[in-house]
């Protein structure tokens, strides 16, 4: 059954990265528009190039940012700072007056974003039940792909309006109210991240938010899992990681598997495709209203094989399976998209051109159903509660860093060796599937605890004793009044751990 009160606010978080999909989305039909180009007195191609080029540096250093502040904060008020951030930045790309202001707006925008699809995967795979994290924490990447369809069919709509800043200042304006709405949400009924209550010492305040958004056990199940959570991250909490050497050399296999994931996905092409599909489409002598509505099908498309296989898939089959099957058809499909391209890109054979769109439909319909929201959540959940923000992060850092590279190149590949910069994507694709398949665990219907084990990590159990203990708190009200020092949960979590398989690290202790 689904959990429907997480679903609920799986739905609402997700307007953080529906922002980043239609913020990314946007820019693409707005600096396409005539009257933008005049009205920004027509610009350098250096300044139109660096509209996208601002965007994702804000976004790497917004990915950043949320590594040190993200715990700081707690994962509530750094997003409702994002939204503050993200309003200001939407607001002044709707007001620019000239080429600068509106390159301030996206870079603004883009740290916003940037925070925000570092976040939701986490905040999201922090509140949602091990069996339906598939679900629920997927529905981030719905998010960034129903953002993906909804700013191509804005675009399209708006090449229909009367030529003037209105084709493209009311796209940009949308996106100011969401922000708002957002922030309102995270201060009245959006629950906090028990487990990063319990790492702030907030035991009570973690207590009540976990029996309130995990509403579908039953008690003595709430109480159970509840002390298991407790137990682990104060064993965590008790070997403290302060640098990213430790955090290396104590769970490297761990960062490196949620840095490779979302490396990865810019490196399968699906950015320099996104962006670039339109100068596709006019390679193949399609006309520009044709091309706007492609675009439209394009993110419909995106949006509707993400939705099924999250609801229907992810947890059902697996993380590992979707991620490995991806990969494999990614391959196959850029193959057929590069040889269809090369033999009907510049004939009359309007049949020809047609499977030639089909490889980049196909392209979008596998990538959405197998790889987006699924990279996103995986990169989250594999991660230790105590490491999350900081590697998560730097994972997106990189994710964006490496989108800028080969976007950039993109124009110039295409000018040059044409479909054959698809091989570049296939021979990297490749790359990652066998690293996938050596290295990737499967984490469904997992407990992020029970995750550590598939790690080789060390797993707290807890006994009868302190699980009757959750239960009398829990039904009498009380609260704590004493407090156990760090030394303390060191030696407790050590005399209570145990592991079936050898540990990836020896204990500090």
């Known amino acids: 059954m689904v959990a429907w009160y997480s679903l609920g606010i799986a739905l609402f978080a997700a307007i953080g990265t529906f922002l980043f999909g239609f913020d990314t989305g946007i820019a693409t039909t707005t600096i396409a528009h005539e009257s933008w180009i005049d009205y920004m007195q027509h610009p350098s191609n250096g300044l139109t190039g660096a509209v996208v080029a601002v965007y994702i540096a804000g976004e790497a250093v917004g990915a950043l940012g949320q590594t040190f502040l993200g715990d700081r904060l707690g994962r509530i008020r750094f997003m409702q700072l994002l939204c503050i951030i993200v309003t200001i930045g939407t607001t002044i790309q709707t007001a620019s007056v000239n080429v600068g202001m509106f390159l301030a707006g996206r870079a603004i925008a883009g740290i916003a974003v940037g925070g925000m699809v570092a976040t939701v995967p986490i905040y999201l795979s922090e509140i949602s039940p091990p069996d339906q994290r598939g679900l629920i924490g997927g529905i981030s990447g719905c998010g960034i792909s129903f953002g993906t369809m909804m700013s191509n069919w804005v675009g399209f709509a708006c090449s229909y309006a009367p030529y003037g800043a209105t084709q493209w200042r009311l796209p940009l304006g949308i996106q100011i109210p969401w922000g708002v709405i957002m922030f309102i949400g995270l201060s009245t009924f959006m629950p906090d991240s028990p487990r990063q209550l319990l790492r702030n010492g907030k035991v009570d305040a973690a207590r009540r938010e ?202 110039s590949a295409f000018a040059n060796i044409h479909e054959n910069y698809y091989y570049v994507f296939v021979g990297c694709t490749m ?79």
């Open 431 to 509: 790359f990652f599937l066998v690293i996938a398949y050596l290295y990737f665990p499967e984490t469904r219907r997992k407990t992020l605890e029970e995750i550590a084990r598939a790690f080789g990590d060390k797993v707290v159990l807890v006994d009868e004793g302190q699980i009757d203990g959750e239960q009398v708190v829990l039904a009498t009200g009380d609260e704590e009044t004493g407090s156990v020092t760090k030394e303390e949960n060191k030696v407790q979590a050590t005399t209570s751990t145990t592991s079936t398989i050898t540990p990836s690290h020896p204990p500090t202790s």
């Open 210 to 411: 976990f029996t309130r958004v995990r509403r579908d056990l039953q008690s003595h199940e709430v109480h159970e899992e509840f002390a298991l959570m407790r137990a682990q991250i104060e064993f965590e909490m008790a070997r403290e990681i302060t640098s990213y050497k430790e955090v290396f050399r104590l769970f490297g296999r761990r960062a490196m598997v949620s840095i490779v994931v979302q490396t990865m996905t810019s490196l399968t092409g699906v950015n320099v495709i996104q962006y670039y599909q339109t100068t596709l489409y006019k390679s193949l002598g399609i006309q520009q209203q044709t091309i706007l509505a492609l675009a439209g099908v394009y993110g419909t498309v995106a949006f509707v094989s993400n939705s099924v296989t999250t609801r229907f898939l992810t947890d059902q089959w697996g993380r590992r399976k979707m991620i490995l099957s991806g990969l494999t058809g990614l391959i196959l499909i850029m193959i057929y998209a590069a040889v269809m391209q090369r033999y009907f890109q510049n004939s009359d054979n309007n049949v020809g051109k047609g499977f030639a769109v089909l490889g980049i439909y196909l392209y979008v319909f596998w990538y959405y159903a197998m790889i987006n929201s699924t990279t996103w959540l995986y990169g989250a959940e594999v991660l230790p509660i105590a490491l999350r923000s900081k590697v998560m992060g730097l994972a997106a850092a990189g994710h964006f860093i490496v989108n800028v590279a080969v976007t950039e190149a993109g124009p």
